[in-house]
Every structure is written in structure tokens, then in C-alpha cells.
């Protein structure tokens, strides 16, 4: 996985912010690479260069994103998130017979409707512990719908729609590097902030 993340992410265009957001459609994943000890830390696990994964949503006007983070699942503006990290990237569902925007659609109202959950500390240490180990990813886990990580809500919501965007993991063991080099996401671009 690693290497697919690599080489994706030296094929892609990078373009600043306000180009960018012109170019992001409802339901597409907003990839972050934050700079912080959690976030090294995943990417050093999953041998990805992104940390963090959310949806994106319009709503009149606002480039809004949804996302699980450690103040549980929120909806925010994404100008307001893009300081904290980077560098972001844009993938895009491949959604083959769904092009009509229905399963974006369902995707984001799933995820509108978990906002307010709290995030999933314990799955996080979990999937550190499986990454490093190399446990098996098919162990009977709970399932639950309580708590969740970025990666995990980002699957579920696309899952609900009909797209299982990480088809050889659950949900609740989903990582940012599953989403970022899944053959059913096409990365897009990169971009930046001025800076």
C-alpha cells in the first residue's frame, strides 16, 4: 500500500486553494497531511503521506466537510479545517452506473446523520496495534455505529450509498491509506493554501 500512495501522490497536480474548491463536487474525500505527533505517526504506520480523510459537502454556497475528529464528528467550513494541515488532496468515488450524483447524495446524508458522535479513541490504538502487527483484518471486531475514526466514517457513509471503498477491510479497521490507494478513488489533485 505504501508504494501506490507514494507514487499517486507525485503524479498529482498541485493547485492552490481557490482553484481547487471550484473543482470539489458533494461526497468527494478530502484527504489532510497534518504535521502534528498523531498525525507522523499515522502516516508512518500506514506508509501513507495523508493522515486524515473527511467528505465534502455544498451547502449554500460553503464548501463544508464532514469528518470524525477528536472533538467527535463534525461539519465545518473547509477554509476553516485547511490551516491546520499541509497539504490536502481531492479523491473522487468511482461510482461507474451512480454518475447522477444519487450516491454522493446518500453518502453525505449518511454522514449528516452521525454528526455529533463521538470519535473512537480505542479503534484508533486498535488499528495502530493491528498495523504494526500485522494482525489479521478479517478478526471478528464489534461493529458499531456509537464512535468513530475518519477513515471508518468516510467508509460507512460511502458503503451506505452502495460503494464499499475499501472492499478488502471493515469499516471500523478502514485507514486514510485504504481510502487514499483504493482502485474505487480517483485522486483527483492536491492543493495548498497560499502561503
Not at 48 to 76: D, I, K
Amino acid at each position: 500500500m505504501g508504494w501506490a500512495c507514494i507514487i499517486r501522490l507525485m503524479e498529482n497536480t498541485i493547485l492552490p486553494y481557490n482553484q481547487a474548491r471550484r473543482q470539489i463536487y458533494d461526497g468527494d474525500l478530502i484527504f489532510f497531511r497534518g504535521s502534528g505527533p498523531v498525525s507522523s505517526a499515522i502516516m508512518s504506520v500506514t506508509s501513507c503521506p495523508f493522515s486524515h480523510v473527511e467528505l465534502a459537502q455544498w451547502n449554500q454556497g460553503l464548501l463544508m466537510t464532514m469528518g470524525a475528529t477528536s472533538q467527535g464528528t463534525v461539519y465545518r467550513r473547509l477554509s476553516a479545517v485547511a490551516p491546520d494541515y499541509s497539504i490536502m488532496a481531492v479523491g473522487r468515488a468511482r461510482r461507474g452506473a451512480h454518475e447522477d450524483g444519487a450516491a454522493a447524495d446518500k453518502a453525505t446524508q449518511t454522514a449528516l446523520n452521525h454528526l455529533g458522535k463521538p470519535y473512537d479513541f480505542a479503534r484508533l490504538a486498535e488499528i495502530w496495534i493491528r498495523e504494526k502487527m500485522g494482525a489479521d483484518d478479517k478478526a471478528d471486531l464489534a461493529e458499531s455505529d456509537d464512535a468513530f475514526i475518519c477513515s471508518e466514517y468516510v467508509a460507512l457513509a460511502w458503503r451506505a450509498a452502495g460503494l464499499d471503498l475499501a472492499p478488502d477491510k471493515p469499516d471500523r479497521l478502514t485507514t486514510p491509506a485504504d481510502l487514499y490507494g483504493s482502485a474505487l478513488v480517483e485522486v483527483r489533485f492536491e492543493f495548498t493554501l497560499p502561503g
